[in-house]
């Protein structure tokens, strides 16, 4: 990686933020991965960074992991956002408490992770925030309307950042993954109401349509190592974009089409890829 950083990756124990923190860290930077219990989990072989225990969904906990972090390695140069999880749900059958934990753990886990280190970053006069969150960020995701509205939030959150920070050195971008192979499909959650109706939901047809063709498309989705790589990139570039997406070109290009052409005919694109259309005969 050229010159011996050190670098934070949030949610590290597993999928792209696993990926990220052990190649890096097999490329000669320093890392320091965090998840919410390290203590429970078997290290593989090839992970050659620390992990500090830290809940993004708790101020006492990012404070805490950050205090030791911030005291160890003295100096951060980039914090990698990776933290994050899924709830598959209709909007009706989804309950607030549902919805506020995927917003709390995907836009204010991130939050509190940028607000802990934008003190240090700004009194250095440098620093890299790279905030992972996805091609649903751009397009509404049927089933997962929270899980989209949750990587939606962070896209503005990221836009309006860049423009407050970079007088002080610190840069930021968002990478917008596609569909990859990573436990993410499997730690996926249902919500609630969905499971305890079953056959009786209004909306079963659809959600196995749609969720299906989602979890059909993240097993055969590209390598996690790619998003890894693009992030040794970015730390490497002397100034960042906005945005980088990475994965299916096919998909990527799917999401750009969005601004190009009628909204009524891009939805029905969306209703064929998720087979909403076949879900209601």
């Known amino acids: 990686m050229g010159e011996k950083r050190t670098v934070v990756v949030t949610g590290a124990s597993s999928g792209i933020g696993n990926a990220i923190a052990t190649y890096l860290a097999k490329r000669g930077a320093r890392v320091v ?17 620390d992990l500090v225990p830290l809940d993004v969904t708790r101020d006492a906990s990012v404070q805490a992991a950050f205090s030791t972090i911030f005291e160890n390695a003295k100096c951060v140069d980039a ?14 059958e989804t309950t607030v408490e549902e919805a506020r934990l995927q917003m709390e753990t995907n836009f204010f886990g991130t939050l ?26 751009d397009v ?5 309307a929270f899980y989209s509205s949750s990587k939606f939030a962070l896209e503005g959150l990221v836009e309006a950042l860049r ?10 971008c968002l990478i917008q993954p596609g569909d990859f192979r990573t436990g993410f499909t499997d730690s996926r959650i249902e919500v609630a109401a969905y499971l305890q109706n079953g056959e009786a939901s209004p909306y079963r047809k ?23 790589r693009l992030v040794e990139k970015l730390l ?46």
């Not at 998840?35 to 078997?42: G, S, W």
């Not at 509404?140 to 997962?144: E, L, R």
């Not at 570039?237 to 005919?265: A, I, M």
């Open 33 to 49: 991965g965090t998840c919410r219990n390290p203590a429970t989990r078997t290290r593989k072989a090839d992970e050659f960074f």
């Open 79 to 92: 914090v990698v956002c990776c933290a994050g999880m899924g709830i598959a749900g209709s909007v009706e």
């Open 112 to 137: 509190r992770t940028v607000k802990a280190v934008l003190p240090r970053f700004r009194q250095a006069g440098k620093g890299r925030i790279v905030v992972v969150s996805s091609l649903a960020g």
């Open 140 to 144: 509404g995701i049927p089933f997962q």
């Open 163 to 172: 423009l407050e920070v970079a007088p002080f050195g610190i840069d930021v």
């Open 206 to 228: 659809g959600h196995e349509a749609a969720v299906g063709q989602m979890e059909h498309d993240e097993r055969a989705g590209s390598d996690p190592i790619l998003i890894a």
């Open 236 to 281: 490497e570039k002397r100034k960042l974009g906005v945005r980088y997406g990475t994965g299916s070109l096919f998909q990527r290009f799917g999401v750009r089409l969005k601004h190009y052409v009628p909204s009524r005919f891009y939805e029905s694109l969306l209703r064929m890829t998720y087979h909403l259309d076949r879900s209601r005969r």
